[in-house]
Structure formats: C-alpha cells, structure tokens
C-alpha cells in the first residue's frame, strides 16, 4: 500500500505542478489587445510648433491636450502610453507645454522640435520647391527661345 499511496502522491504533485505552469506554457495563445491611451502625435505636428503661436492654433495643430493645469490655463500636458498586447512592451511620451497669457512659451517632452522653432509664426517663411539658382525665371526663358 505504501508504493501505491507514493506513487499517488507523485502523481498529483505532477498533475499540480504541470496545471500552474500552464498557464505560463500557453500565455502566447491568447490573444491581448493593444493598448492606446492619451494623445497619439507625430513627430510632423509636433515640429509644426513655433513659439508665440496662440493656444487655439497649438490645439488646431495638436489636438485637445489630455490635461491642463487646474489652477492656472497656462500648462497644458499631452501625454501617450502604449502597452503591446503581444510581448507587454510599453512606449510613453510626454510633451508639455507652457504657455505666457494666450502665447506659446516653452515646450519641454520626449519630442524633437524644429530648428525654426524659435521664429515665430509670422516671420516664418513657406518651404519652396526649387530655387530660383535650379530654375530659370519665366524672362529668361524667353530671352533664350528668341
């Protein structure tokens, strides 16, 4: 009786031991979504900032910020977390942004912005398609079919 009472006992230790590491042996066949949370921005809007841009034209640009500072207007946080359902890897991004009255101050975060940051809005010049040292203008072209 004693073997068999061993031989039992080591059976249902197996069978226990093998149950809870299942769940561990299995993990990768459930499926977990992936979670997104806060403000999904590119690097192409945040380099879009310039500094004294309103807060109406940071919002068109960025979107509603997830929060703002409670007791004064002028701090306003965006912040993304990304949690993988597949290994459980974890992207997090903050830019915050400080603001002087209505006015575009600082922006501090994990985000690069553009060398022409420091240029305000106005002063900003659109970005050509050729320069005028590629091309010929209009009158010197007509100069040379003549």
Known sequence: MTIKRRSLTLLGAAALTLSLSGCSVFDWLIYKPDIPQGNYMEDQQVEKLRIDMTKEQVEYVLGRPVLRD????????????????????????ELILHFSGDNLVEVKGDYDLSEEFTTPLE????????????????????????
């Not at 409670?70 to 991004?93: E, M």
């Not at 010049?125 to 100069?143: C, G, M, V």
């Open 70 to 93: 409670s007791f004064s207007d002028n701090i306003w946080y965006y912040v993304y977390h990304y949690k993988s359902g597949r290994d459980a890897s974890i992207i997090h991004k």
């Open 123 to 146: 002063q900003s010049k659109l970005p050509t398609l050729n320069s005028i040292d590629d091309t010929q203008s209009s009158e010197q072209r007509a100069k040379a079919e003549q």
